[in-house]
T-cell receptor
Framework: AQKVTQAQTEISVVEKEDVTLDCVYE???????LFWYKQPPSGELVFLIR??????QNEISGRYSWNFQKSTSSFNFTITASQVVDSAVYFC??????????FGKGTMLLVSP | DAGITQSPRYKITETGRQVTLMCHQT?????MFWYRQDLGHGLRLIYY???????DKGEVPDGYVVSRSKTENFPLTLESATRSQTSVYFC???????????FGPGTRLLVL
């Protein structure tokens, strides 16, 4: 069985602060894929990143960075210098070869000006 | 580039009525998925399809029916709507099973 845990249900920060969203996953498969999606207040689900289990290299995209650590089964997401537009619910998801995604329950990020 | 669309975007219905939610994608993706999103539960998979005429149950399939006669369409039918099916429904598609799923804008369904 696969499982994704996002322990932080809600995080509040002030603009320009850095914030890290935690994601811990469970799977018995050696090949799997991890994802982050963003759901802004408008409601759509926006794909952010996909990582496969063989690639532990951290990734940086502008103010976003992702830290994938197989040893701790974690795939954490950091926003540097947060902005009000980053306010959203962020979902971590796992696909371990069964074609389907298992989502965490999401972390709501509120960035105040 | 229309991508993936859902209709209707909002729907109000009554208990016991049949409701069909439509999903259409223009990418010729093989896989299509239906999820529901509820507070406290996140996104849960209802049904998915690997190709036309191939469908399979997800985590919460009870009360729902799907069909896929054409690659681009994946309708979801609530045969006899119940209040517990009040939710936001998302359709998604992907080229192959392990690839990134891209989501439609969602349908907000209220069952009275």
């Amino acid at each position: 069985a696969q499982k994704v845990t996002q322990a932080q249900t809600e995080i509040s920060v002030v603009e320009k602060e850095d914030v890290t969203l935690d994601c811990v996953y469970e799977t018995r498969d050696t090949t799997y894929y991890l994802f982050w999606y963003k759901q802004p207040p408008s409601g759509e689900l926006v794909f952010l990143i996909r990582r496969n289990s063989f690639d532990e290299q951290n990734e940086i995209s502008g103010r976003y960075s992702w830290n994938f650590q197989k040893s701790t089964s974690s795939f954490n997401f950091t926003i540097t210098a947060s902005q009000v537009v980053d306010s959203a619910v962020y979902f971590c998801a796992l696909n371990s070869g069964y074609s389907t995604l298992t989502f965490g329950k999401g972390t709501m990020l509120l960035v105040s000006p | 580039d229309a991508g993936i669309t859902q209709s209707p975007r909002y729907k109000i219905t009554e208990t016991g009525r049949q409701v069909t939610l439509m999903c259409h994608q223009t990418w010729s993706h093989s896989y299509m998925f239906w999820y529901r999103q509820d507070l406290g539960h996140g996104l849960r998979l209802i049904y998915y399809s690997a190709a036309a005429d191939i469908t399979d149950k997800g985590e919460v399939p009870d009360g729902y029916v799907v069909s896929r006669s054409k690659t681009e369409n994946f309708p979801l039918t609530l045969e006899s709507a119940t209040r517990s099916q009040t939710s936001v429904y998302f359709c998604a598609s992907s080229h192959v099973g392990a690839e990134t799923q891209y989501f439609g804008p969602g349908t907000r369904l209220l069952v009275l």
